[in-house]
C-alpha cells in the first residue's frame, strides 16, 4: 500500500505545480488555449501539422499567442508583420535559440544552430565568411556546384527517361556539394562510407519529424528511462560525430597552413591562431558540430526542394515551357548555367523564388528565444521562461 500512496502523493504534487506554474506564467503571457495540468494544450494541437494548429489558433488569439507543449509555455509569432518586427525591428531581443531536449543531447550547444550568444556570433561569422570567400583564387564553391549537377544529370541519364523515383539521386547531390567544400572531395554515388553517411542523415530526419520526438521534448523522462526511436537518432548522431573527427584527425596530419583545401582546414588554421585564447570558441568539438550543422542544414532541405521543383514543373507544362524557352535564349544547350546567369533570367529565377514559397519546408523556422525580459506589442517576454519563439509567417 505505500508505494501506491507514494505515487498518489507524487501524481498530485505534479499536478498542483503544473497548475501553479501555468497559472502564474500565464499573467504575463500573451493569451492562448487554456492548457491542462501537465499536458498543457497537446490534446489541442495536432502534431502531424502542427501549422495548421497555430493557424486557428491565430484566428482566435491574433498573430502572438502562448500554446503549452506539457508543461513548457512558448509564445507563437504568426504571420509576416509579427514575424518582422520580432526579428528585424527588434532583431537583438529576439536572436537566442530556443532549446529542446533532444536538440540539446545531439548538439550540446555546440555548432550554429544550437548555439547562443558568444558562441554563436563567432562560429556563424567564420563560417559565413568562410563559405562566401572559399576559392579564391582555387575552385569555388560554385564549381563545386557545377560539377555535382553535371553528375547528377548522368545519372539522371542512366535511368533511360523510363519511370524512376529520383528521392535518393536528388539527395545525393547536395549532400555531395557539402562533402566537397567540407572533406575537399565528392563521393560516388555508391561509395559504402557515402551511403552511410546518406542513410543516417535520412533516417534522423524522419524520425526527427515523428510525434515521439514531440512527446520526448515535452518530457524529458522518456528520453533516458524509456526505449524507442530517440535513441536510434542518438546512435546515428554518435556515428556521424566519430567519421567527422576521423576526417579532421585526417586533415591534421596534412594541413598546410598557407594552402587551405576546405572548411576543416580553414577552421583548423583559425584554431592554431586562437590558440592561446583560453576562451576562444575554435575547438574540435566545435568543429565537429559546426560540419554536422552543415550537412543538417543543407542536404535535405536542398533535396526536398529539388523535389517540390520537379514536381510543380510536371504538374505545370506551361511553366516548364516558359522556364526552358529562358534557359534555351541565355545559356543555350552548350555551356554551363552560372550565377551571372541569375541577372538575365527573371521568369527562372522567380519560378524558383515560387517553389520555396510554395513547399514551406520549415513553416515553423528554427526555434528563438528571448535574450532579455522583452516587451513585444504590449505583451511581457520573460527570459526566465524557456520561451521558443516558433515562427509561422
Avoid at 596534412?254 to 586562437?274: A, G, H, W
Wanted: net charge positive.
Amino acid at each position: 500500500m505505500e508505494p501506491f500512496v507514494v505515487l498518489v502523493l507524487c501524481l498530485s504534487f505534479m499536478l498542483l505545480f503544473s497548475l501553479w506554474r501555468q497559472s502564474s506564467g500565464r499573467r504575463k503571457l500573451p493569451p492562448g488555449p487554456t492548457p491542462l495540468p501537465i499536458i498543457g494544450n497537446m490534446l489541442q494541437i495536432d502534431v502531424k501539422d502542427i501549422c495548421k494548429s497555430f493557424s486557428n489558433f491565430s484566428k482566435v488569439y491574433g498573430p502572438v499567442f502562448t500554446v503549452y507543449f506539457g508543461m513548457n509555455p512558448i509564445v507563437v509569432l504568426h504571420g509576416y508583420e509579427a514575424v518582422k518586427e520580432a526579428l528585424i525591428d527588434n532583431g537583438e531581443e529576439f536572436s537566442g535559440r530556443g532549446s529542446s531536449p533532444i536538440s540539446q543531447r545531439i548538439t550540446k550547444g555546440l555548432g550554429i544552430i544550437s548555439s547562443n550568444g558568444k558562441r554563436w556570433k563567432e562560429i556563424r561569422r567564420f563560417s559565413l565568411t568562410t563559405l562566401r570567400n572559399f576559392g579564391m583564387g582555387k575552385r569555388s564553391i560554385e564549381d563545386r556546384v557545377q560539377e555535382e549537377a553535371h553528375c547528377l544529370v548522368e545519372e539522371l541519364r542512366k535511368t533511360k527517361a523510363s519511370p524512376c523515383d529520383p528521392t535518393f539521386i536528388l539527395g545525393c547531390a547536395p549532400c555531395n556539394v557539402i562533402c566537397s567544400v567540407v572533406f575537399q572531395k565528392r563521393f560516388d554515388y555508391k561509395d559504402q562510407n557515402f551511403l552511410t553517411l546518406m542513410k543516417r542523415f535520412n533516417e534522423n530526419f524522419r524520425i526527427l519529424n515523428s510525434p515521439w520526438i514531440q512527446v520526448c521534448n515535452n518530457f524529458p523522462l522518456l528520453i533516458d528511462c524509456f526505449p524507442g526511436t530517440h535513441n536510434k537518432v542518438l546512435k546515428n548522431v554518435a556515428l556521424t560525430q566519430s567519421y567527422i573527427r576521423e576526417k579532421v584527425k585526417e586533415h591534421q596530419a596534412s594541413l598546410d597552413v598557407n594552402n587551405p583545401r576546405d572548411f576543416i582546414d580553414c577552421f583548423l588554421i583559425k584554431m592554431e591562431q586562437e590558440k592561446d585564447n583560453q576562451k576562444s570558441e575554435f575547438n574540435i568539438e566545435n568543429l565537429v558540430g559546426t560540419v554536422a550543422d552543415l550537412f543538417v542544414a543543407g542536404t535535405e532541405t536542398t533535396s526536398t526542394t529539388l523535389r517540390y521543383g520537379l514536381l510543380l514543373l510536371l504538374k505545370h507544362p506551361e511553366v516548364t515551357a516558359k522556364v526552358q524557352e529562358e534557359i534555351d535564349h541565355v545559356i543555350g544547350r552548350h555551356r554551363t548555367p552560372c550565377m551571372q546567369d541569375r541577372s538575365h533570367m527573371p521568369y527562372t529565377d522567380a519560378v524558383v523564388h515560387e517553389i520555396q514559397r510554395y513547399s514551406d519546408l520549415v513553416p515553423t523556422g528554427v526555434p528563438h528565444a528571448v535574450t532579455t525580459d522583452t516587451k513585444f506589442r504590449n505583451y511581457l517576454i520573460p527570459k526566465s521562461f524557456d520561451n521558443k519563439i516558433m515562427l509561422a509567417a
